[in-house]
C-alpha cells in the first residue's frame, strides 16, 4: 500500500469491540480504499512519523526496557487478520488491502498525527464505557469527541455499548452492519 495512497483509519486496541473494526472494513470497501488499523501505545511518546504513519517511540517511563513497544502487539494483530481477513481486495501492486501500524501517545492526538501522515479519508473509532455514563464523563474523555473538534478529516463513531455483533456478509460482500 503506498503511503500517499488515500486510505480509512481505524483506531484499535486490545479488548475492543469487533464492530468497529468491521465497520471500519465496510467503509474501506464502499470506498474502495485501504484500511489502516492503527494502535496508539499511551505508554510510549513520539520521537519521529514516518510518511507510512509509523512512529519511532521511547517509553514515558524509563525503567520501561525499550523494545518494549517497538512492534504491534501480537495478540492484537492476530484478531485484526481473523476480522477483516480477506475482506478487502489485495491492491493494485498486489500488497493486501489492509495494514497496521503503531503509534505512540494520547490515542486522539496520535491517530490526527497519523491521519495527516496518511492522507486517511476518514477516521473510524468505536465509543468506550457504558451509555449510562454522564455525558461530561463520557466527552471529556472520548477519543471520538476529541477527534471530532480538533479533525478537518470526517470521524466515524461507531457505537459499541448496546451489546450488537456484527456477522461477516455472505464472500466478497465484506461485514454486515450491526
Excluded: K, N
Excluded at 500500500?1 to 486496541?13: F, K, N, R, Y
Excluded at 494520547?106 to 486517511?120: F, N, T
Aim: hydrophobic share 40%.
Amino acid at each position: 500500500m503506498d503511503a500517499t495512497e488515500p486510505c480509512v483509519l481505524a483506531g484499535v486496541h486490545p479488548g475492543q469491540s469487533p464492530v468497529v473494526v468491521l465497520e471500519a472494513v465496510r467503509m474501506a470497501a464502499a470506498l474502495g480504499l485501504p484500511l489502516v488499523c492503527a494502535y496508539a501505545d499511551p505508554a510510549r511518546f513520539t520521537l519521529a512519523q514516518s510518511p507510512d504513519g509509523s512512529v519511532t517511540s521511547a517509553p514515558v517511563d524509563p525503567d520501561i526496557p525499550d523494545d518494549a513497544g517497538t512492534s504491534f502487539p501480537g495478540h492484537l494483530a492476530t484478531e485484526l487478520a481473523q476480522l477483516v481477513g480477506h475482506s478487502l481486495p489485495q491492491r493494485v501492486d498486489g500488497g493486501p488491502g489492509w495494514r497496521t501500524v503503531l503509534l505512540a501517545g494520547d490515542p486522539a492526538d496520535a491517530l490526527a498525527r497519523c491521519a495527516e501522515a496518511v492522507d486517511a479519508a476518514m477516521i473510524v473509532v468505536g465509543t468506550h464505557g457504558s451509555s449510562q455514563a454522564p455525558l461530561r464523563e463520557i466527552l471529556g474523555r472520548s477519543v471520538a469527541a476529541r477527534l471530532a473538534r480538533r479533525q478537518l478529516r470526517p470521524v466515524h463513531v461507531v457505537p459499541t455499548h448496546h451489546g450488537h455483533t456484527a456477522q461477516p456478509s455472505p464472500a466478497g460482500s465484506g461485514p454486515e452492519r450491526p
